[in-house]
């Protein structure tokens, strides 16, 4: 019979027992119900809020198209306004053309209504109708006139918008392609295409139209100010009293909008997203049975972005009704206050005076509802072009580049001490030193992030050591041209990269001038010759973006053909066999050995049977280098290299043994 002791502390273990119990139940109903820690849209939700939807918007607003950029204003706007006109300036008769046609075109509208006026008191109301036919004649010409000129100004404007954008632009992706690694390691790839499209699509937009417009407003607004004057003081005063409540309205209205619209941008932004994910992760939605989740959150965005929707467009399409409601109201005060003055006699007044002060009225308030929103796309244009300034300054890698030309190199490749890390106080590599002979295999193995692809981007100088040295041929590669040293450094990546065209194309990118025969000979020995003639077009076979219609084997196959033509001195493999079978894998070794041969090589595998005949083996962990060696001497010392071996050869270990 169990003792007192001994039952407590069974009911202690029964106690704890049922607490873990009720513990799992809590999980298990927790995880049924799909009550997460982290919900996915709280986590949305707040990454929204550091995002930025600067993107240029069209939207339709007091009759016109204007294109409103959603970022923050320029931060300086004369340093940008400066370097546009820099730009511009190889453009200065076409320019003179352009200012020399807006004026006109101010001025002969600003010319109209005085010419109607003329026509109705010196010529109708006189019943002269031949003199009314004469002036007649002149608003046609006129009119006529003002349209040659406005489409000359606007024709010569839009030639050297598009010359500059495409100056700009082309400058943006030079640089572009001059930047270094590290450069996009910092950015994102969005953002940098935003800069090159929608920014400078801004610019070409503002300069095609916005400031043209500006400038025109701005004559028109003066001119028909100073004509109301001229015909009659007081209906112009009348005018000016409606001045403030334009301005007021529409500066209020335009911060509505503007808030409406960048709501519903991002929620499109959002939209699109769930919509790219939707599809490019198709697959594995209908594994997980996700439909109805991924249907409920298109639902929700959608519904969000219909409801941004309706506030923006409903402020934008206010404010034309309310300005046409204020441009009849001032006609019909207009037209009392000047019938009431000239019954009066208080001020001289005609009938023609009349139609002219409404024909300027309208002259003079419709650039006031203009110019609000024209100066605003105008600053937020200034903000897009400071951003493609801001990438076409950034310092390019060719700025440190070395100075030493070399045409080939003998592969002699010496570490020393190298210490370097892609963030400060974070260490990815510490004093690795090593040497590779020329023509020898050099092999690198060790954990996922220890570092081993890092040791190839400093050979090839995609980042500089922060401490230590890399030689080759007994000089410090910082001392090299970049591109001479790049250019005998053969890669053959792990996530290989196709470009759009034909499978020739691809190929022969190793080598521009290579033969038809050589490129052949390449994707031979590459093992990808086969597959490549059973395509519909055989070499001419069309590659889409990405290589997306090839698979991850073929994609590495025809990358190891591209490298192999470029016969490089220095060979690179970072895990080029780890997406192909293992047959296919056994011949492009077979074929490696002949590439390698009398060339110095690094060889990245996760795959260690690969490497077993490399002349030498780097074991590196956390940063370090902790073993050196050939296999067999590797083995024997029975350290980490030892263990990831075993690991995944455990018979073929024990035969050995």
Do not use: C
């Not at 493609?388 to 310092?395: A, T, Y």
């Not at 003639?533 to 055989?538: A, S, T, V, Y």
């Amino acid at each position: 019979m169990p003792s007192k002791k001994d039952m407590k502390q069974m009911q202690q273990m029964k106690t704890q027992q049922m607490k873990k119990q009720e513990k799992q139940k809590d999980l298990y109903a927790h995880i049924n119900h799909k009550k997460v820690v982290l919900d996915k849209y709280d986590v949305k939700k707040r990454n929204e809020q550091s995002k930025d939807y600067s993107k240029i918007l069209n939207k339709t607003m007091g009759g016109r198209r204007h294109s409103t950029y959603l970022g923050k204003n320029a931060t300086d706007r004369k340093g940008t306004v400066l370097r546009i006109w820099d730009y511009l300036g190889k453009y200065k008769a076409g320019l003179i053309t352009v200012v020399i046609a807006i004026i006109l075109t101010s001025g002969l509208a600003v010319l109209l209504p005085w010419l109607f006026a003329m026509a109705i008191d010196d010529y109708i109301l006189q019943s002269d109708f031949k003199g009314a036919y004469y002036i007649g004649a002149i608003i046609i010409v006129v009119a006529l006139l003002n349209s040659i000129v406005r489409f000359i100004g606007r024709y010569t404007m839009t030639i050297i918008s598009q010359r500059t954008v495409a100056k700009i632009r082309k400058d943006a992706f030079d640089n572009l392609q001059k930047l270094p690694v590290k450069y996009y390691d910092s950015n994102q790839s969005g953002d940098i295409v935003s800069r090159i499209t929608n920014d400078v699509d801004l610019i070409s937009n503002t300069l095609a139209s916005v400031t043209t417009e500006m400038i025109s407003s701005v004559i028109t607004l003066i001119g028909s100010l100073i004509m109301m004057f001229l015909v009659n003081w007081a209906l112009a005063i009348l005018v000016l009293l409606f001045v403030p409540i334009m301005v007021i309205f529409t500066k209020k209205i335009g911060k509505k909008t503007k808030k409406g619209f960048t709501a519903q941008q991002k929620f499109l932004g959002n939209l699109n997203g769930i919509v790219e994910e939707s599809i490019s992760g198709l697959k594995v939605i209908k594994l997980y049975g996700s439909e109805e989740s991924v249907i409920e959150e298109f639902a929700d965005t959608n519904i969000k972005l219909r409801n941004a929707g309706y506030g923006a467009l409903i402020y934008a399409g206010m404010i034309m009704p309310v300005i046409n409601f204020l441009n009849n109201l001032i006609y019909v005060l207009i037209i009392i206050a000047g019938g009431l003055l000239k019954i009066s006699g208080v001020v001289v007044i005609t009938i023609g005076d009349i139609s002219a002060i409404t024909q300027y009225a309208r002259q003079f308030i419709q650039p006031i509802s203009n110019l609000a929103q024209l100066f605003n796309t105008l600053q937020q244009a200034l903000a897009g072009a400071e951003r493609v300034f801001g990438l076409i300054d950034e310092p390019t890698e060719y700025d440190k580049d070395g100075e030493i030309e070399v045409e080939k190199f003998t592969g002699h490749v010496e570490f020393k001490d190298v210490t370097f890390g892609y963030e400060k106080d974070k260490v990815v590599l510490k004093k690795i030193s090593f040497d590779a002979e020329k023509g020898k295999t050099v092999a690198i193995v060790g954990p996922t992030g220890s570092g081993k692809t890092t040791i190839i981007n400093l050979l090839n100088r995609f980042y500089d050591v922060d401490d230590g040295s890399i030689l080759v041929d007994n000089k410090d590669i910082r001392d090299y041209k970049k591109d001479d040293l790049r250019k005998n450094i053969g890669v053959v990546l792990q996530d290989t990269k196709l470009f759009s065209g034909t499978v020739y194309d691809n190929i022969v990118y190793g080598d521009l001038n290579a033969t038809k025969e050589e490129v052949e000979k390449a994707a031979d020995l590459a093992n990808a010759h086969d597959f490549i003639m059973k395509l519909p077009h055989g070499y001419s076979s069309e590659v889409y973006e990405g290589g997306n219609n090839f698979s991850q084997g073929e994609r590495q196959l025809i990358s190891i053909a591209r490298t192999i033509l470029s016969n490089p001195d220095i060979l690179i493999l970072d895990e080029a066999t780890s997406n192909v079978d293992t047959r296919t894998e056994f011949r492009i070794q077979k074929s490696m050995k002949l590439l390698m041969k009398g060339r110095t090589s690094f060889v990245i595998a996760h795959r260690l049977q690969t490497i077993r005949n490399a002349n030498k083996i780097l074991v590196i962990k956390e940063g370090e280098l902790i073993e050196s060696g050939n296999h067999h001497d590797l083995l024997y010392e029975k350290g980490f290299y030892y263990d990831l071996y075993t690991t995944q050869f455990k018979d073929l270990i024990l035969e050995e043994e």
